[in-house]
């Protein structure tokens, strides 16, 4: 039994998967933070526990991630375009807002991409 999980480990899949799963879970970190800021909290501890889902290893479960992840960029998006109103409407500076905020959503963006990624090759792996 041994000899059979050591002959099917790959450890450049593992440190794949491994990075993978640290660049999922933060951006699902990020993603709370942004939800507690709001005092969403229950949905904060949701997204906090969303990343257990990679336990199943069923493409289900990534593609529940994937979805969230967009979903996320999107809720990233609609409150910073309005405070960004409110910052030129009173003369504030906005740009390191809204670099910061771009930067947030492409990596939240980026994330989905590891898992789409990740979905595609295992349909392609079973095919």
């Given at each position: 039994?041994v000899?059979f999980?050591?002959?099917k480990?790959d450890a450049k899949n593992?440190?794949?998967?491994?990075?993978?799963?640290?660049?999922?879970?933060?951006a699902?970190v990020?993603?709370?933070?942004h939800l507690?800021?709001?005092?969403?909290?229950p949905l904060?501890l949701v997204a906090?526990l969303?990343?257990?889902?990679?336990?199943?290893?069923?493409a289900w479960?990534?593609?529940?991630?994937e979805?969230?992840?967009?979903v996320?960029?999107?809720?990233?998006?609609?409150?910073s375009v309005?405070?960004?109103?409110?910052?030129?409407a009173?003369?504030?500076?906005y740009?390191r807002?809204?670099?910061?905020?771009?930067a947030i959503?492409?990596?939240?963006?980026?994330?989905a991409?590891l898992?789409h990624?990740?979905?595609?090759?295992?349909?392609?792996k079973?095919e």
């Amino acid at each position: 039994m041994v000899a059979f999980f050591i002959a099917k480990f790959d450890a450049k899949n593992y440190r794949k998967m491994t990075l993978r799963i640290v660049l999922v879970s933060l951006a699902y970190v990020l993603f709370a933070a942004h939800l507690s800021r709001h005092n969403l909290d229950p949905l904060a501890l949701v997204a906090l526990l969303l990343p257990l889902l990679f336990a199943f290893k069923k493409a289900w479960a990534t593609k529940v991630l994937e979805y969230v992840l967009y979903v996320a960029a999107i809720l990233w998006i609609i409150p910073s375009v309005q405070i960004v109103k409110e910052r030129m409407a009173e003369g504030m500076e906005y740009t390191r807002f809204v670099l910061i905020i771009s930067a947030i959503v492409i990596y939240t963006l980026f994330a989905a991409y590891l898992l789409h990624k990740s979905n595609k090759a295992a349909v392609e792996k079973h095919e």
